[in-house]
């Protein structure tokens, strides 16, 4: 990975009873750290400088947490990746997250364990843009997880997706936004991809995960659109059923970003669908990134001894 690239891996999980869902992502080259842009417009900037572990809980007890840390605190290799205090493995055909973070501009702590394990892992890769910058490779797009926090207490299963995105130069270079959605049925987990790129003609990316199958779809006819977020994000979904989409509930909504979980239709099923937003016209504003830090601060923490020297898969 060299000056100004990025690496993230991304987890969303849902409860079996539907109230509770966890995102991580875990960033090398945080695309959405204000520190790093700043630190490109003055030279190439080293992504290992601006790490994070961004976690994201919602249900009967919310958390958030995005701790920036420098390069020193953070240790990586091929099966593990600690930053701070947090750290993912691949281990015994799993994915595990051991989790130990503080959220801002409250300092609630989160802690705890996830465990991931794939149904599938169909090891493929897209490109998102016509000259290769920047790569999307599903990596466990049906799974099986269970977390057990501390901090705040609960325990539950349920079922998860995990991807990994990195590319060679910002977000925003290429991408004015983009939609993606996520969509697990009978019939499989439905991807799709459609960001608005700066150059390059509008396309979108719609594959479905079935066992180790991946097969292109076509995608839906009816681009749905939906209310605005709060911060007024505009977001639309593919659906089968146009009138019966809806928003079930917003999980995350930022200046420049919003998850949402969806009802759908897919492959003549109704289904929950995890669905994000994400402008980058908006994240580009200067005003945007001077709120950022009161709820993603840098935070260099001494470094302790970690028995990894490996990183996520």
């Avoid at 993230?8 to 204000?34: N, Q």
């Avoid at 015994?92 to 996830?114: F, I, K, M, N």
């Avoid at 097969?215 to 911060?231: F, K, M, N, Q, Y």
């Avoid at 949402?260 to 980058?280: D, I, N, P, Q």
Wanted: a positive charge; proline letters at 9%; aromatic letters at 10%.
């Amino acid at each position: 990975m060299g000056a100004d690239g990025y690496r993230w891996w991304y987890l969303d999980a849902l409860s079996e009873d539907g109230r509770s869902s966890l995102c991580i992502i875990t960033f090398l080259g945080s695309v959405f750290s204000p520190y790093y842009a700043w630190a490109r417009a003055r030279a190439p900037a080293d992504p290992l400088e601006h790490c994070a572990f961004n976690v994201a809980l919602s249900g009967p007890r919310n958390r958030w947490c995005m701790t920036e840390r420098p390069r020193r605190c953070v240790e990586a290799g091929p099966d593990a990746l600690r930053i701070g205090r947090s750290r993912l493995e691949w281990r015994g055909g799993a994915y595990h997250y051991t989790l130990d973070e503080r959220g801002s501009p409250l300092p609630w702590a989160l802690r705890g364990t996830v465990r991931v394990e794939p149904a599938c892992t169909p090891g493929v890769q897209f490109n998102l843009d016509s000259a290769g910058h920047h790569r999307w490779s599903p990596l466990a797009p049906c799974a099986h997880v269970r977390v057990e926090l501390e901090e705040p207490r609960q325990r539950w299963r349920g079922l998860a997706y995990v991807d990994t995105n990195w590319g060679d130069r910002p977000l925003e270079q290429d991408f004015r936004s983009w939609q993606w959605s996520r969509t697990s049925t009978a019939a499989g987990t439905t991807v799709f991809y459609e960001p608005e790129h700066r150059s390059d003609a509008p396309w979108t990316l719609a594959v479905r995960f079935s066992g180790a199958d991946c097969t292109s779809i076509e995608t839906p006819p009816a681009d749905v659109r939906l209310p605005r977020s709060g911060w007024g994000i505009a977001r639309s979904a593919r659906s089968e059923d146009p009138p019966g989409t809806r928003v079930v509930r917003t999980l995350l909504d930022a200046p420049f970003y919003a998850r949402s979980l969806l009802e759908v239709k897919l492959a003549g099923a109704s289904a929950l669908s995890v669905h994000e937003t994400l402008s980058l016209e908006r994240f580009r504003q200067p005003w945007v990134r001077c709120m950022l830090p009161f709820r993603m601060p840098r935070l260099a923490l001494p470094q302790r001894p970690a028995a990894a020297s490996s990183a996520a898969r």
